[in-house]
């Protein structure tokens, strides 16, 4: 099934996170020990986390193939002092093409090509951020959503956009289907 593409406004979203420098491809060995650290965190601060989700801001390089900066981390209800790796931060807000990757996470480089696509073709440029929504884990890898937000470059009106790869650090294996509460992860990227 193709992956459709939108444009969305998007509105910064908060998070506790942990920030790795991540060779491209290796995002599968690094998200589970930073993630652990940011979900032993909020487990110790009282309201911090309702029902907020595993977010992967990914931070572009300027040269392809280096590695890239990942913030692993969870939507969180305020700001809060950092302790240790744990900082906050949260996504950049914008204009961004989001599309939703239904299905095992070893496919979600589909939802990146049809934004790389969709970007060539309406002449779009990155402003070199990305992130990941997870969405709720289910028994079944097949109806797993993920959501994948690229914030668009802003042109002055006019100008000709060049196209720049979304570039998806994957080729990785992601959240396991850990269905306890504070492993929840959302479908949704605004």
Known sequence: MPVSVSVQTVHPRKLAAVRREVAPGEV?????????????FIRSQPGLWTDGHNIFLYHHPAQPGAP????????????????GEVYATETPGGEAAVAVH???????????NAIDRWMAANRRESAGHSWEV???????????????????????AGTVQKTRRAMPPHDRSLPADDTSASARHSSHAQ
Do not use: I
């Open 102 to 112: 239904r299905g095992p996470y070893d496919r979600m480089n589909e939802a990146y």
């Open 28 to 40: 599968g060995s690094a998200w589970g020990p930073a993630v652990g650290k940011v979900w032993n």
């Open 134 to 156: 997870y969405g709720d884990p289910t028994p079944d890898p097949a109806r797993t959503e993920t959501t994948v937000v690229h914030l668009l470059k802003q042109e002055p």
């Open 68 to 83: 890239v900066l990942c913030d692993f981390g969870v939507e969180v209800t305020r700001r809060f002092e950092t302790a």
